[in-house]
């Protein structure tokens, strides 16, 4: 025998002034089951909830139905309220009479009023047929898994590690370090890139809880949150680290040279190589591409010269397995490739480079040892010319969006060049300034008046080449008059992109990406860590381009979420999943095709209790189903049934209407 | 000085949006039109200067200006606006509307440019084909600049550059017609 | 044989009379029957569009409809203007059938369809043709010549309805030109406007703009400028010497036509290129032709365009 309260809010104004509450407390009291109907100002303040649980034990209610807000709001709220009181908390349903009532039919009182009565009638009707549902308690592997070796890497990596859970850490270059190896000096404080970066690496190497995968890749990802199998590539190295001392003599003896990719081309590296000095871990890989052996079957010096004997041509690469229980990704960005800006002739000029070509340049470990200088000759440039939004809010050439950091990086160039080149004059073509971090204004006004650097509000029509000069042509926009200047060396501020194998990754991973290729976030203001899939988080500019301080930030709070997921043995699931009444089930597998999540897999059961013949049927991995019901609309024999969205319930609620 | 918030300032924001098919709000005044525009440097007020004024509703001021009339379609502006406006367009529609609304500027270069177009389009008319020579002498009359080009025209004439009399179509009758039509066109309600 | 249709525009019997000649011979050689529109008009040029909506539309629709009548796949036109006007003219109408319509009224001959492609010359040679025919037709190599190519505005732009080779720093005539043996020289004012349609009526403006293509070609150390466009020859050719006059500078870059120098390569004779239409004499440049490259010449005045301009 069914006995249902019904509690009606009037939400202060929000319901009670589009819907006539007393109305549906009167109509509601008409439904057969319902014993207990009553209205009340906030049905979700303390005394609101202190209505409910009374009226639970004094009317010995069955069930309960909340006519008020959205269940997003609240559901949590009345749960916990009804469970006090001796009910389970499944036992309760939510009418959303205010966004789709109240809300939405503000000019009709009379109809918005019927359709409340019509709502709570449907959700009368399904809460007599809903069930008890148990929460569901999932075990949880203490160990998580970062992807990408950069700052956000790092620190998350770190943050995990010492709260002594362990964490596999995996890179794709031969050493960690990522992007701030690159760079020279970082804004605002003009701190050294590298001595405060390789501190934070060897703590990385050194540290007990942390085990570094370097030249290796995430392949797959399965499980679920607390029980994820990763498969991860180790790439050959053809050096065996385990005895390799980093003394660098094969690389010294290496006859082959190719472009540099740390230097992006401006130098050249061994075919075995580290990528730079201070790399971690120092023990260098063998290009598999250029080395003479491996492609040719010829040289062999770096073998030979080895003391330790650590060159192995026979090496391959080798799959291998990890047990996690949460995710990190942190793999970064790229730069803008600006061929698509002939008008700048990106690619025939050698004067034009990109703001990452010029910061290698500028570092003391760089391919010019910290001199900027022109590529076309070698001479020390004077006037340098440097073009923000290169890409950047550009939806003809490149994207739409702010690349974020570009600004302040600019400025910071023009400092470093003063600091290296005294006489030389910078000019800065610009739309905006955008400064808006600590310290970050004050960083611009300085680079401003120390290096009388000419900012010039416009961007940049054409460059075109007289003698050895780069004529660079625009308006400047404040004093309404074409400038045309003659510049040694032209620096273009490219936008920060997206990985171009984010989307594999993602898919890999089993989550979402935006048009740009960005990994997205689950919510952009009040959950920007977390993804669209539970135990796995995000850090750094793989999300969107920032910089190096909400970097670090953004990879200590996935620390802190992960330290959060493993507080406990076991973690807590929502039970209003799908599950499978195997006597039903046919073996069609097309649950099984259709689950987003591979949250379905195949079962052999016997084809009777006694048989040992047997037959597969599907079964829903409870910790992996997210109850999206996909498999309950596939499923032809009525096997797939959702906790909480029953046929039957759902018949019960389309009859009520 | 200008102020503002006093009448309504986007009557002609919209009429030319409407008329151009752009948006001219997506315009962020970043002045890559202006420093690529190769005649920039001889107008009134920048292509750039233009789409601020059209927000601001000034509408005298752009249709007075020399700008649009100095706009030689080149298509370069368009073709790096970040914002995929197409500028030559909008020149294009300010003219129209200067037409329109019997709009002429002081400067005596865009009136010599107008009587330019005026003679070029007579001498389509009449002949269906170009007639340099008649355009030439024309403009020169109507521009009181008699002896603009004299000695071009010799050599031009001799080398066959520039010929004495008109190329003829057979049926010049038909363009004459298609005018007539088009000017009807012109002047139904749109 | 392939056949094309040929709009020649208005100026092939007069200012470039020696493109339409040149062409024609060219056309010959790589077996193409040019299939000229009876009685074409006048496509409004300039002056049609920046006055006038409708017969803007209508003068380049009555050639369409013609060229329609000869059932070709695709219309060739030489001029850069026309074939703007033409291309622009077919793109907005595909796009607005009940405008076509309307525009259709005023013209007796026919119904447009929109059943004819629109290309430029300069497009056709390099798409339908392609280099390997063109090399591959070569009798007299133009080894020697070093030539800046200059597109203009339209052949290029807009990307969107034009379709053809960059808008910034095309290549497709500098490689016709590498194909001939010809060195085609790195020039960044390839797309910048000579002044077009201002040619009469704001000759100063003209002066200006085409003394400074000039003078970086020279800069870039061409002996002559090719082109494609028959107002770009005319601005760059007979307004030489006033810019030569009005900035104190010494030029002497001749200016000639793609297909004459397409004709010249692939045997005809000098005599048959028209080259005494040139106001800039073209003789001591194509006599460059199969000799040893010289020793650069010393610049030997500081003056330049710009320079003077400023002054």
Same mark, same amino acid.
């Not at chain 3, 807009?158 to 043996?181: C, H, N, V, W």
């Given at each position: 025998m069914a006995r249902v309260g019904v509690f009606v809010c009037f939400c202060g104004a929000n319901i009670a002034d589009f819907v006539d509450v007393?109305?549906?407390?009167?109509?509601? $009291?008409?439904?057969?089951?319902? $014993?207990?109907?009553?209205?009340?100002?906030?049905?979700?303040?303390d005394p609101g909830q202190g209505l409910i649980k009374q009226a639970i034990i004094e009317n010995k209610l069955t069930s309960v139905v909340v006519a008020a807000c959205s269940p997003r709001m609240h559901e949590k709220t009345f749960r916990r309220a009804i469970s006090e009181a001796g009910l389970n908390p499944f036992l309760l349903e939510i009418a959303n009479i205010r966004e789709h009532s109240s809300w939405v039919h503000q000019k009709d009182k009379k109809s918005a009023t019927a359709k409340s009565c019509d709502l709570v009638r449907m959700a009368v009707a399904k809460s007599i047929a809903n069930e008890q549902l148990h929460e569901i308690s999932v075990p949880v592997t203490k160990r998580a898994l970062v992807i990408g070796g950069g700052i956000a890497g790092i620190q998350a990596a770190l943050d995990i590690a010492d709260a002594h859970i362990p964490v596999v850490l995996v890179e794709k270059s031969p050493s960690i370090g990522g992007r701030m190896a690159q760079l020279d000096e970082t804004f605002p404080t003009l701190d050294c890139s590298q001595c405060i970066l390789t501190p934070r690496m060897v703590d990385v190497a050194t540290h007990p809880y942390i085990e570094l995968i370097p030249y290796s890749e995430v392949i797959g990802l399965d499980g679920y949150v607390g029980n994820y199998k990763v498969q991860i590539k180790k790439k050959a190295s053809y050096v065996n680290f385990s005895s390799c001392t980093g003394c660098g003599a094969c690389s010294q003896k290496c006859p082959v040279k190719v472009p540099n990719e740390f230097n992006l081309g401006h130098d050249k590296r061994k075919a075995i190589y580290s990528p730079f000095p201070q790399a971690v871990p120092n023990k260098p890989v063998i290009d598999a591409e250029h080395c003479l052996m491996?492609?040719? @079957?010829?040289? =062999?010096?770096?073998?030979?010269?080895?003391?330790?004997?650590?060159?192995?041509?026979?090496?391959?690469?080798?799959?291998?397995?990890?047990?996690?229980?949460?995710?990190?990704?942190?793999? @970064?960005?790229?730069?803008y490739d600006a061929s698509p800006y002939e008008e700048y002739g990106v690619g025939r000029f050698k004067d034009v480079i990109s703001s990452l070509e010029f910061e290698r340049m500028v570092s003391a470990s760089g391919p010019t040892n910290g001199t900027p200088i022109r590529p076309s000759d070698g001479e020390i440039p004077k006037?340098?010319?440097?073009?923000?939004?290169? =890409?950047?809010?550009?939806? #003809?050439? =490149?994207?739409?969006? /702010?690349?974020? !950091?570009?600004?302040?990086?600019?400025?910071?160039? #023009?400092?470093?060049?003063?600091?290296k080149v005294h006489d030389s004059h910078a000019f800065i073509f610009y739309m905006d300034i955008r400064a808006a971090g600590k310290g970050y204004e004050e960083f611009v006004k300085r680079a401003q008046v120390e290096t009388a650097a000419t900012y010039l509000r416009g961007r940049v029509s054409k460059i075109y080449q007289k003698g050895k000069k780069l004529i660079v042509r625009g308006e400047d926009a404040q004093i309404g008059q074409i400038v045309e200047v003659e510049a040694?060396?032209?620096?273009?501020?490219?936008?920060?992109?997206?990985?171009?194998?984010? %989307?594999?990754?993602?898919?890999?991973? @089993?989550?979402?990406?935006?048009?740009?290729?960005?990994?997205?976030?689950?919510? %952009?203001?009040l959950r920007p860590v977390e993804t669209s899939k539970a135990g796995i988080f995000l850090a750094g500019c793989t999300q969107a381009p920032k910089d190096i301080p909400d970097t670090v930030s953004q990879a200590s709070a996935c620390a802190a979420k992960v330290c959060g997921l493993f507080a406990s043995d076991t973690m807590k699931k929502d039970p209003m999943i799908s599950h499978i009444v195997q006597e039903n089930c046919t073996g069609c597998q097309n649950c099984i095709r259709v689950c987003p999540y591979t949250a379905i897999v195949t079962e052999e059961i016997p084809i009777a209790p006694r048989s040992t013949e047997m037959r597969t049927v599907a079964k829903v991995n409870e910790g992996v189903c997210q109850g999206c019901g996909s498999c309950v609309a596939v499923c032809r024999s009525f096997a797939a049934t959702l906790s909480g969205f029953t046929d039957k319930q759902i018949i019960n609620e389309i009859l009520a209407i | 000085m200008i102020t503002l918030g006093?009448?309504?300032?986007?009557?002609?924001?919209?009429?030319?949006?409407?008329?151009? =098919?752009?948006?001219?709000?997506?315009?962020?005044?970043? @002045? $890559?039109?202006?420093?690529? /525009? +190769?005649?920039?440097?001889?107008?009134?007020?920048t292509p750039r200067q233009v789409m601020q004024f059209i927000k601001l509703g000034m509408k005298d001021e752009v249709l007075v200006a020399n700008t649009s009339w100095f706009c030689l379609t080149c298509a370069a502006c368009s073709g790096r606006c970040p914002r995929q406006i197409d500028i030559p367009r909008v020149m294009e529609t300010i003219r129209h509307i200067a037409i329109e609304e019997n709009v002429s500027s002081k400067s005596k270069k865009v009136k010599d440019i107008r009587k330019f177009h005026d003679i070029f389009l007579d001498m389509v008319r009449r002949y269906g084909r170009g007639y340099e020579l008649r355009l030439m002498a024309e403009f020169n009359i109507r521009t009181r600049n008699y002896f603009k080009d004299m000695l071009l025209a010799p050599p031009a004439l001799l080398k066959g550059k520039i010929k004495l009399f008109p190329a003829r179509m057979k049926t010049a009758k038909a363009i004459k017609r298609m005018f007539a039509m088009a000017k009807k066109l012109e002047e139904q309600p749109k | 044989m392939k056949k094309l249709t040929y709009f020649p525009g208005c100026s092939a019997h007069g200012t470039s009379e020696e493109f339409d000649h040149t062409l024609k011979l060219v056309m010959k050689s790589l077996e193409v029957e040019l299939d000229e529109i009876p009685d074409w008009n006048c496509c409004g040029a300039t002056s049609a569009h920046v006055m006038t909506e409708n017969l803007a539309l209508a003068l380049p629709l009555r050639n369409l409809i013609l060229a329609e009548a000869l059932h070709n796949d695709s219309m060739g036109i030489a001029c850069a203007s026309c074939y703007a006007r033409h291309k622009v003219t077919k793109y907005e109408l595909d796009k607005d059938p009940v405008l076509a319509k309307k525009i259709n009224t005023t013209i007796d001959e026919g119904t447009y369809h929109g059943t004819v492609e629109v290309k430029s010359m300069l497009q056709f040679v390099y798409e339908e043709i392609g280099i390997e025919k063109i090399k591959s037709l070569v009798k007299k190599p133009l080894t020697g010549l070093k030539v800046a190519c200059y597109y203009g505005c339209l052949l290029t732009r +807009?990307? #969107? !309805?034009?379709?053809?080779?960059? %808008?910034?720093?095309?290549?497709?005539?500098?490689?016709?030109?590498?194909?001939?043996?010809a060195t085609a020289v790195p020039f960044d004012f390839k797309t910048e406007c000579c002044g077009a349609s201002f040619s009469i009526s704001s000759s100063d403006v003209v002066l200006s703009l085409s003394g400074k293509i000039l003078e970086y070609a020279k800069a870039s150390g061409a002996d002559m400028i090719v082109v494609a466009c028959p107002l770009c020859q005319s601005n760059l050719d007979m307004r030489q010497p006033g810019v030569e006059k009005l900035f104190h500078v010494k030029l002497n870059l001749p200016v000639m036509y793609f297909t004459q120098l397409l004709a010249l390569a692939f045997g005809y004779d000098q005599k048959d290129l028209m080259l005494g239409k040139h106001i800039v004499p073209v003789e001591e440049a194509l006599a460059k032709i199969g000799k040893e490259p010289e020793k650069k010449e010393e610049i030997k005045s500081k003056k330049t365009v710009e320079s003077e301009e400023a002054k």
């Open positions: 007393n109305e549906v407390v009167e109509e509601t $009291k008409k439904i057969k089951d319902v $014993k207990f109907a009553i209205n009340y100002k906030y049905m979700c303040s491996l492609t040719k @079957g010829k040289c =062999g010096i770096c073998k030979k010269t080895c003391e330790k004997g650590s060159i192995d041509y026979d090496m391959k690469d080798e799959i291998i397995e990890r047990e996690v229980g949460a995710v990190v990704v942190a793999t @970064g960005y790229e730069l006037n340098v010319v440097f073009i923000k939004c290169v =890409g950047s809010r550009d939806e #003809a050439k =490149g994207i739409e969006y /702010c690349s974020k !950091i570009c600004c302040m990086y600019t400025a910071k160039h #023009a400092m470093l060049l003063h600091h040694d060396l032209v620096v273009l501020a490219t936008a920060v992109m997206a990985q171009k194998d984010n %989307p594999d990754l993602a898919r890999r991973l @089993g989550i979402s990406y935006d048009k740009y290729g960005f990994l997205s976030e689950a919510h %952009p203001k | 006093i009448k309504d300032q986007h009557t002609f924001l919209d009429e030319v949006n409407k008329k151009s =098919g752009c948006n001219i709000l997506e315009c962020y005044q970043c @002045g $890559k039109c202006s420093g690529t /525009c +190769p005649v920039s440097m001889y107008m009134d007020i | +807009p990307k #969107a !309805i034009t379709q053809f080779d960059s %808008p910034e720093y095309p290549m497709s005539m500098d490689r016709i030109m590498e194909a001939l043996g």
